[in-house]
């Protein structure tokens, strides 16, 4: 995984993107200005959108965010895989996320499930909406 801006792959100084903590490279470009008070009493904006960028060979880490996550393609070929909603990642669901045949524009990953990329050979570019919107501290990295 690069690490820093100054091994930044070229699409991701063009869209001023920083390194993301499960792997890949990210840039939020909208938070929806309405809120939304969720039962727990954690207050998000109601979808936030993303820029991710997954050069070739890279991949991220297994991790689960607490809101439904929509992936959508762009450029290139995502493999998305799902490790179901238990305490850690456990067998999976492969999908491919890209406009080409045989792979899907948009996939659905529902809240609180386990998911991560695994390396291809092709850079690809997609964006991720979440709703409610995105904040770290609902965000859980898979360490182990």
């Not at 920083?18 to 207050?43: A, F, I, K, M, N």
């Not at 297994?62 to 998305?80: P, Q, Y």
């Not at 080409?100 to 809240?111: C, F, I, M, N, T």
């Given at each position: 995984?690069?690490?820093t801006?100054?091994?930044?792959?070229?699409?991701?100084?063009?869209?001023?993107?920083?390194?993301?903590?499960?792997?890949?490279?990210?840039?939020?470009?909208?938070?929806?200005?309405?809120?939304?008070?969720?039962?727990?009493?954690?207050?998000?904006?109601?979808?936030?959108?993303?820029?991710?960028?997954?050069?070739?060979?890279?991949?991220?880490?297994?991790?689960?965010?607490?809101?439904?996550?929509?992936w959508?393609?762009?450029?290139?070929?995502v493999?998305?895989?799902?490790?179901?909603?238990?305490?850690?990642?456990?067998?999976?669901?492969?999908?491919?996320?890209?406009?080409?045949?045989?792979?899907?524009?948009?996939?659905?990953?529902?809240?609180?499930?386990?998911?991560?990329?695994?390396?291809?050979?092709?850079?690809?570019?997609?964006?991720?909406?979440?709703?409610?919107?995105?904040?770290?501290?609902?965000?859980?990295?898979?360490?182990?």
């Amino acid at each position: 995984m690069s690490s820093t801006p100054s091994e930044a792959p070229a699409t991701a100084r063009r869209l001023g993107l920083e390194p993301h903590p499960e792997g890949g490279w990210y840039r939020q470009t909208w938070r929806s200005p309405v809120d939304v008070t969720l039962p727990d009493g954690r207050v998000r904006p109601t979808a936030t959108l993303i820029w991710f960028l997954l050069p070739a060979g890279e991949s991220s880490a297994w991790h689960r965010v607490a809101s439904d996550e929509l992936w959508l393609a762009h450029t290139g070929t995502v493999v998305l895989e799902l490790g179901g909603d238990g305490r850690a990642p456990a067998a999976w669901q492969r999908h491919h996320v890209g406009v080409g045949a045989g792979e899907s524009s948009q996939v659905l990953v529902p809240a609180g499930r386990w998911q991560r990329t695994v390396p291809t050979d092709e850079e690809a570019l997609v964006s991720c909406m979440v709703s409610p919107g995105f904040d770290f501290d609902d965000f859980t990295l898979h360490h182990g």
